[in-house]
């Protein structure tokens, strides 16, 4: 007869992973995403405020996020030597600001300023990315194109959204939407060359 003993796990600390994290999560670990919440919260508040003005919203999102994240980590799948989960909270968070859009009827926001936001720690690869699509070429490319065609390119092609959930949030047909992101995307070829 063979005498099993459960695996210890390690406790989370800061140094874990997001998919160590998530996880522990998944074993109920309420410090693991405080560990999460600490990380992803700042950044993801950043990148919602670029969508939304209300800050009633936002928090209501990022809480939204968090409650899902809680309920869904162990789904978090990590892509083969990339245990960064950055990318499946954005969408995850960007979901729940369109569910909170959806729920208030509030008013969507695309070109509004932002207020500045200090450095909380190193920049994650897609935060790079960002900020050299903002301060690049390409940035000063966008902010030619009319207020309704960065719109329209910033919803499909920089946030992800599908033409469907683009149309909902900028509240125009998917007709529109599809014939705007090809405007853009012609002017801004233009533009880049």
């Known amino acids: 007869m063979k005498l099993l003993r459960r695996a210890r796990r390690r406790a989370p600390s800061p140094d874990s992973t997001d998919a160590v994290l998530l996880a522990a999560v998944a074993d109920g670990s309420t410090e693991a995403l405080e560990i999460l919440h600490r990380r992803h919260a700042p950044w993801l508040r950043a990148r919602l405020r670029y969508r939304c003005s209300d800050p009633d919203q936002l928090d209501a999102a990022l809480q ?26 954005w969408t995850i968070a960007i979901r729940q600001l369109i569910s909170q859009l959806r729920k208030r009827a509030n008013r969507w926001i695309a070109d509004s300023d932002s207020e500045p936001y200090e450095t909380i720690g190193d920049a994650s690869a897609e935060d790079t990315v960002l900020l050299n699509i903002e301060h690049g070429p390409l940035g000063a490319a966008l ?25 909902e949030i900028l509240q125009i047909p998917e007709g529109t939407v599809k014939t705007r992101v090809m405007r853009a995307k012609a002017r801004l070829r233009e533009a880049l060359t």
Request: proline content about 8%; hydrophobic content about 45%; glycine content about 8%.
């Open 143 to 167: 902010h030619t194109l009319s207020p309704e065609l960065r719109s329209a390119i910033q919803a499909t092609v920089l946030d992800g959204l599908t033409v469907r959930e683009a149309a």
């Open 64 to 89: 939204e996020t968090f409650l899902a994240v809680w309920k869904n980590a162990g789904s978090f799948t990590p892509r083969p030597g990339d245990p960064d989960a950055g990318a499946w909270l």
